[in-house]
Each structure stands twice: as C-alpha cells, then as structure tokens.
C-alpha cells in the first residue's frame, strides 16, 4: 500500500499541471493588453504604463514562456531575483478580492470549512439513515414515504430551495438571517478581547467562552446547512438503499440468519459494511463539493466563503483568481480520491491496493 501511495502523490503534481495547462491555454485568446489587466490592481490609462506590464510578465512571449514563468517566477531583469511563481506561493492579485490570491483563499477557506463541517453530519448521517430505513421496509409505508420526501428535494433547483427557505425562515418568520454574523457580534469577533483561534465563528465562539457568538453564528448557518442536506439526500438515499437492497439478497445474509445471529448483528456487522463501498464513493465525492466551496448556497445566503468569492471572480473574468481556485480544487479533489481509495482497503479487506 506505500508503493500506491507514493505512486499516486507523484501523479498529483503532475494532474495539476495538466488541469493549469488548459485554463492557461484558454486564457491565450485575451490579447496581452486584455491579459495585462490581470496582474495590477488598477488597470492604468497610460499606454506606456500598459506595455511595461506586458514586458515585465512577458505577455508578449510564447505560451510555453509565459506558463513556465507563471509557474516557476521570472527574473527581474535589473536586480536578476526571481519574483513570483506559484510554486513560490505567488498566485498573483485577484481584482475582485483586491487582495493576493493566495490571501483570498486562505481568508475565505474557514467560512467554507465551517459551512463544510456542520453540513456533513446530517448530510452523511441523514442520508445513509433514511437510505438504510428504506431498504429495511423494502415497498413498506415507510420506503414509500422517504422515497417521495427525498425525490421532491432532488427535484427542486438548489436556489429555488434556497430562496424559499429563506422567504419562510427569515422573510416571514425572522429565525435565520442570511450571512455569516450579524453586525453586534461581528464587532464582538473583531473585538481584541476576542481571539480567533479557528477563523470559525461557532468553534472560536466556544472556544472564547461565548455562547452568544457561537448561537449567532449557528443561527446563520442553519438555512445553507438545511439546504445542502435537503437537496443532496436523494442521492445519498438512493445510493444506499440500492446498495442494502443487494447487499440483503446475497446468500451470506440469509446464511447469518439461518446461523440464528441477532437481527441487529447481521444488518449492522454483514449488511451495511458490505453496502458501505458505493456510499462511500458518493460521501467523499459529497464532501470534496463542500470544501470547494458550495457557490449556489453561500450566493443565495450571501455566505463570504470560496463558492462567492468564485462566482464573483468568473462574472468579473478575475483568471488569475479563477486559476487559484482550480489549483485548490484539484488538490482537494485528487486528495480526496486518495483518501477514499485507502478508505475502499479498509471497509473490505479483499480490496488490495497495488
């Protein structure tokens, strides 16, 4: 299993490069003038201020040239110091966050994080309950009824959930604000008295010792959570019940009963861990979405996280902010189907990595 890991971490960079390739490539069809805008804060008006940032990002060289400096740095020619490179941590400015990119993302990776963590439970919990109860009462009153309540989510737009969640919880009813903070406790968080450990609102409230932080916090983000899990649980539903069904029927099933193991032994020891490997698939796959940032929820509850910040960055062609994101996404993506394949070896012990 060391040999698949090394080799897969090797193949990572290279998949990056791959993935930066193309976005780069795509990027070719602005012009230098057009591209030169990408890399000041201000897009200046003097034409010779404008070819000056041509000459000093070569925008004017060779696609391979201008990759391998993006990538590697480019030498001042005055002082010979290598500036910039992403593999130097120098993604470059994003115009939209006004900001480094490397900056923008590290500043909006706890937002999202948070939204991550407190989704996964019910997202995971949730499904995988609902998908095995429905299997257990196999075309029962009960499967009948999870199947439409889980369809009905799937069948809704993911905004059009989210706008009439908030049209009902916080428009009618006033429960749960959309944002993250509201404008009191953002003074309290930005406070020096309070200390930041995570950059997550609810954990560094508790953390802190104040409730009223961590209550505030929770209030904004149980309509983004409500709706993720809603519309992502006919998948996971699907997915396990489909699995359990099949798992069920396998002649291993019914030689544990015969044995005459405890009912409970046999679904939860044999059946679900069985069932486990394509729910599995699903989950991590679920959770890496997460991660990258949910973009149609954190815009709809305006939630400051990596989704918005990179629906606004496409709406305002930011690239090179559009390239960090990618960047983070598949080194998130590709990690995760790592994981997941380790995880595959440790559910089923007949699964041999080689």
Not at 205 to 233: E, K, Q
Not at 309 to 314: E, I, K, V
């Amino acid at each position: 299993m060391t040999a698949y890991i090394i080799r897969r971490l090797i193949q990572l960079p290279l998949t990056i490069i791959g993935v930066t390739l193309l976005i780069f490539a795509m990027l070719q069809l602005l012009s230098p003038v057009e591209r030169s805008a990408l890399y000041v804060p201000a897009i200046p008006h003097n034409e010779g201020a404008i070819d000056a940032i041509i000459s000093k990002y070569g925008l004017d060289q060779p696609f391979y040239v201008q990759y391998w400096q993006w990538l590697v740095g480019r030498a001042d020619p005055e002082t010979g110091e290598v500036e910039g490179g992403v593999l130097r941590g120098d993604l470059g400015f994003s115009r939209t966050g006004r900001q480094d990119v490397k900056d923008l993302i590290l500043q909006k990776l706890p937002a999202t994080l948070e939204l991550a963590l407190w989704s996964v439970i019910p997202i995971l919990g949730g499904g995988i309950w609902l998908g095995i109860l429905a299997a257990l009462h196999h075309n029962k009153l009960a499967d009948q009824v999870i199947r439409i309540f889980v369809t009905i989510g799937w069948s809704f737009p993911t905004f059009v959930f989210g706008l009439l969640a908030l049209l009902i919880f916080y428009s009618y009813l006033g429960w749960f604000p959309p944002g993250r903070l509201s404008d009191q406790m953002q003074a309290v968080v930005s406070s020096p008295g309070f200390t930041q450990y995570t950059h997550m609102n609810t954990f560094d409230g508790l953390l802190n010792g104040r409730l009223d932080v961590f209550w505030d916090a929770l209030r904004h983000l149980i309509l983004p959570v409500i709706t993720l899990s809603y519309v992502i649980w006919a998948k996971m539903v699907r997915v396990t019940r489909s699995s359990m069904l099949e798992t069920l029927r396998q002649d291993y099933m019914r030689t544990a009963r015969a044995k005459g193991l405890p009912n409970r032994i046999v679904l939860y020891r044999h059946a679900f861990r069985n069932a486990l490997l394509p729910v599995m698939t699903i989950g991590g796959m679920t959770v890496v979405s997460l991660l990258n940032g949910v973009v149609v929820v954190e815009v709809i509850f305006n939630y400051p996280g990596l989704g918005s910040a990179a629906a606004r960055a496409a709406a305002s062609l930011d690239a090179l902010a559009m390239l960090g994101f990618v960047l983070f996404n598949s080194l998130v993506l590709l990690l995760a189907n790592l994981f997941i394949d380790l995880a595959y070896a440790a559910a089923d012990p007949r699964i041999r990595l080689h």
